[in-house]
């Protein structure tokens, strides 16, 4: 049995490219990190440390994740966190500039 083509299109994330928060992602800031809600897709998810939410809300100042990343984030946890943005463009809450 094969599997069913999805409709869905599919997101590569480069973490050496520019991304930017999607304009139709809200980000409230709360006391664990953030809640983001995307009004297109009507997804809700949570942004679990502070540091992650300013992260992915000053994506569009720098010139590459990777470069967001060594700039605001310890090395040692530049791994998960590209994981977590991974997850996020996926999610579209994230685009490539």
Request: glycine residues 4%; aromatic residues 10%.
């Amino acid at each position: 049995m094969g599997c069913a083509a999805s409709t869905e299109p599919v997101v590569t994330f480069d973490s050496s490219q520019p991304y930017r928060l999607d304009a139709m992602v809200a980000v409230r800031p709360e006391p664990f990190g953030a809640l983001a809600y995307h009004y297109g897709s009507r997804r809700l998810t949570f942004l679990r440390t502070k540091l992650l939410a300013d992260v992915v809300t000053d994506l569009d100042g720098f010139e590459s994740v990777d470069s967001a990343l060594d700039a605001r984030v310890p090395v040692a946890e530049h791994r998960s966190y590209r994981r977590a943005l991974a997850q996020l463009a996926s999610s579209e809450f994230i685009r490539a500039c």
